[in-house]
């Protein structure tokens, strides 16, 4: 059991070994992105969706850091920037935040982009 | 349990309609249930099962879909489960990754998880992550909706803190409504309650609140923000007392500079309102006790009523009965000689047939339009008023225009499940 003591938890304590790992490098910056359909899908099955196509190879990591900065407000410039960390480590739902349009699409703007469903 | 929670790729497509848009759900009720191994440890499993209830409840208060929660159905027969974990969780293939970034998850059409190593609070909290918001968030992926990136949207994929309460707002609710439609439906009454205060410098002000009632619940609606009261529907009985609790016929103003009578008529009975008192009055001031019988009140007219309006300026009541209308002139307490008429005749149709004909539902007078409505279904005619008359004056006197969606002039007037009802 998480350790508590007063009777409405507020002083709940969580076990350091339970903490999420801070993204504070680059190759987890890579991990996030690829996690959360910013670039290339991770090979595990992402929630609320059957099956991702795979990335284009051609969308960089550059790309899709500069897609992640422009759809947070933040400054693009594709580096990964200490802005850019602090936004990657709040907390946050698992449900990636893009799906990955065909290349056909990618300059249409974020949020608005149709969601590419596999003909049934 | 672990068979409960995968895929069930016939069951839960067999739910889903493919109608161009990414809509989830085709069925009008889903159910929905907190699995039994999977509560959290943070808070009570009561208080954990009530905020999903009101998270669904929020929900069904913008799209035509009740939410149940179902604690008996075999567990591949509910819609969507809910439950808490930590890393490796419920035989999902995402792992969590323990306290801080990911909060929860959901898979389409099915289920949402929630990371127990968060520290997730109750609504009334300021500290911590709002189970509630979080349920709002998952439960929209469930049904359809990605990641917003709108600040203010509670489909964003970053948790706000301290927000206060919390609701959806206008881009999520037409985001929703394009997946599953608008609320629409039939009214017992609309009608708009005139409240008469002093501001500060002493002055009567009037100003009024639009009120929906279906069946034995009720929606205030707020004009100026184009939608329901956060929280409504509510039930009569809790808004109201003393009045029938449910399938009210009619409501109707007398206000005069002498006179500020209102009533709600049921069957052969009327009751009197004491805005006042907020209770319905046993006595009035002429000793008369309610309910009366509506042939005593207002001799000549037939009950029971489809609906009545007052209009203040001819001091007038119309009475709405099937076909008919009687216009009762409460000066001399007496219907009008030339009464009853048909409705057709007394309300012609600018349009040839297109118009209600016979039982309506309600007529309603807005002060926020200044026009008359009748509703009946779903679809509203709007009378024509004096200023459409000096706009165009062919028009018919009392003339009524095309009918059109009553969804479509008062947003969001949605039932919840039942269940909720008293939420």
């Given at each position: 059991?998480?350790?508590?003591?007063?009777?409405?938890?507020?002083?709940?304590?969580?076990s350091?070994?339970?903490?999420?790992?801070?993204?504070?490098d680059?190759?987890a910056?890579?991990?996030?992105?690829?996690?959360?359909?910013?670039?290339?899908?991770?090979?595990?099955?992402?929630?609320?969706?059957?099956?991702?196509t795979?990335?284009?190879?051609?969308?960089?990591?550059?790309?899709?850091?500069?897609?992640?900065?422009?759809?947070?407000?933040?400054?693009?410039?594709?580096?990964?920037?200490?802005?850019?960390?602090?936004?990657?480590?709040?907390?946050?739902?698992?449900?990636?935040d893009?799906?990955?349009?065909?290349?056909?699409?990618?300059?249409?703007?974020l949020?608005?982009?149709?969601?590419?469903?596999?003909?049934? | 349990?672990?068979?409960?929670?995968?895929?069930?790729?016939?069951?839960q497509?067999?739910?889903?309609?493919?109608?161009?848009?990414?809509?989830?759900?085709?069925?009008?009720?889903?159910?929905?249930?907190l699995?039994?191994?999977?509560?959290?440890?943070?808070?009570?499993?009561?208080?954990?099962?009530?905020?999903?209830?009101?998270?669904?409840?929020?929900?069904?208060?913008?799209?035509?879909?009740?939410?149940?929660?179902?604690?008996?159905?075999?567990?591949?027969?509910?819609?969507?489960?809910?439950?808490?974990?930590?890393?490796?969780?419920?035989?999902?293939?995402?792992?969590?990754?323990?306290?801080?970034?990911?909060?929860?998850?959901?898979?389409?059409?099915?289920d949402?998880?929630?990371?127990?190593?968060?520290?997730?609070?109750?609504?009334?909290?300021?500290?911590?992550?709002?189970?509630?918001?979080?349920?709002?968030?998952?439960?929209?992926?469930?049904?359809g909706?990605?990641?917003?990136?709108?600040?203010?949207?509670?489909?964003?994929?970053n948790?706000?803190?301290?927000?206060p309460?919390?609701?959806?707002?206008?881009?999520?609710?037409?985001?929703?409504?394009k997946l599953?439609?608008?609320?629409?439906?039939?009214?017992?009454?609309?009608?708009?309650?005139i409240?008469?205060?002093?501001?500060?410098?002493?002055?009567?002000?009037?100003?009024?609140?639009?009120?929906?009632?279906?069946?034995?619940?009720?929606?205030?609606?707020?004009?100026?923000?184009?939608r329901?009261?956060?929280?409504?529907?509510?039930?009569?009985?809790?808004?109201?007392?003393?009045?029938?609790?449910?399938?009210?016929?009619a409501?109707?103003h007398?206000?005069?500079?002498?006179?500020?009578?209102?009533y709600?008529?049921?069957?052969s009975?009327?009751?009197?309102?004491?805005?006042?008192?907020?209770q319905?009055?046993?006595?009035?001031?002429?000793?008369?006790?309610?309910?009366?019988l509506?042939?005593?009140?207002?001799?000549?007219i037939?009950?029971?009523?489809?609906?009545?309006?007052y209009?203040?300026?001819?001091q007038?009541?119309?009475?709405?009965?099937?076909?008919?209308?009687?216009?009762?002139?409460?000066?001399?307490n007496?219907v009008?000689?030339?009464?009853p008429?048909?409705?057709?005749?007394?309300?012609?149709?600018?349009?040839p047939?297109?118009?209600?004909?016979?039982?309506?539902?309600?007529?309603?007078?807005?002060?926020?339009h200044?026009?008359?409505?009748?509703?009946?279904?779903?679809?509203?005619?709007k009378?024509?008023?004096?200023?459409?008359?000096?706009?165009?004056s062919?028009?018919?006197?009392n003339?009524?225009?095309?009918?059109?969606?009553?969804?479509?002039?008062?947003f969001?007037?949605?039932?919840v499940?039942?269940?909720?009802?008293?939420?």
């Amino acid at each position: 059991e998480a350790l508590f003591h007063s009777r409405d938890r507020s002083d709940l304590e969580l076990s350091p070994l339970h903490q999420a790992r801070p993204i504070a490098d680059l190759q987890a910056a890579q991990r996030f992105l690829s996690r959360y359909g910013w670039s290339a899908v991770s090979s595990a099955r992402s929630p609320n969706l059957e099956r991702t196509t795979e990335a284009p190879a051609s969308i960089s990591l550059a790309d899709a850091m500069r897609r992640f900065q422009k759809a947070n407000a933040l400054p693009v410039s594709g580096k990964l920037d200490t802005a850019t960390l602090v936004a990657m480590n709040k907390p946050r739902c698992g449900v990636p935040d893009t799906q990955l349009p065909s290349q056909t699409t990618l300059s249409t703007p974020l949020g608005l982009q149709p969601r590419a469903r596999p003909k049934r | 349990f672990l068979q409960m929670l995968l895929p069930k790729l016939d069951r839960q497509q067999e739910d889903s309609s493919h109608s161009g848009a990414t809509r989830a759900f085709s069925r009008k009720t889903l159910t929905w249930r907190l699995v039994g191994e999977a509560y959290s440890s943070q808070l009570s499993v009561d208080e954990q099962r009530y905020i999903f209830k009101l998270a669904f409840r929020m929900w069904s208060e913008v799209i035509p879909l009740n939410f149940r929660e179902d604690l008996t159905a075999p567990g591949a027969m509910v819609n969507i489960k809910l439950g808490f974990g930590r890393g490796r969780h419920l035989g999902c293939t995402r792992v969590f990754d323990g306290s801080g970034q990911e909060f929860a998850h959901a898979w389409r059409l099915g289920d949402i998880h929630f990371d127990d190593d968060e520290h997730f609070t109750p609504p009334t909290s300021d500290t911590g992550i709002s189970l509630l918001k979080v349920a709002v968030h998952e439960i929209g992926h469930v049904l359809g909706l990605p990641h917003i990136y709108r600040t203010g949207s509670i489909m964003h994929p970053n948790y706000t803190p301290h927000e206060p309460a919390f609701e959806l707002d206008w881009s999520d609710r037409k985001a929703i409504q394009k997946l599953y439609g608008s609320c629409k439906g039939s009214f017992d009454i609309a009608f708009d309650w005139i409240r008469k205060e002093r501001n500060q410098y002493g002055e009567m002000m009037v100003r009024f609140s639009t009120y929906f009632f279906r069946n034995s619940w009720y929606w205030l609606y707020e004009n100026r923000n184009n939608r329901t009261r956060y929280g409504d529907p509510i039930q009569i009985l809790t808004g109201w007392h003393g009045i029938p609790a449910e399938n009210i016929d009619a409501f109707v103003h007398i206000w005069t500079r002498r006179r500020d009578e209102r009533y709600f008529f049921k069957g052969s009975q009327y009751w009197r309102y004491d805005g006042d008192k907020d209770q319905a009055l046993l006595e009035d001031e002429q000793g008369r006790s309610y309910p009366r019988l509506i042939s005593e009140g207002f001799p000549g007219i037939p009950s029971p009523l489809d609906t009545a309006f007052y209009d203040r300026k001819k001091q007038l009541i119309y009475f709405f009965k099937e076909s008919f209308v009687f216009a009762f002139d409460i000066n001399r307490n007496q219907v009008l000689n030339s009464y009853p008429m048909k409705l057709t005749e007394v309300f012609p149709a600018i349009t040839p047939q297109n118009h209600p004909f016979r039982n309506i539902d309600s007529a309603y007078y807005s002060y926020a339009h200044n026009s008359i409505f009748f509703f009946k279904g779903n679809a509203y005619w709007k009378v024509v008023s004096e200023k459409d008359k000096q706009q165009n004056s062919r028009l018919p006197s009392n003339g009524l225009f095309p009918k059109k969606h009553i969804s479509e002039k008062w947003f969001d007037l949605c039932d919840v499940h039942i269940s909720t009802l008293n939420m």
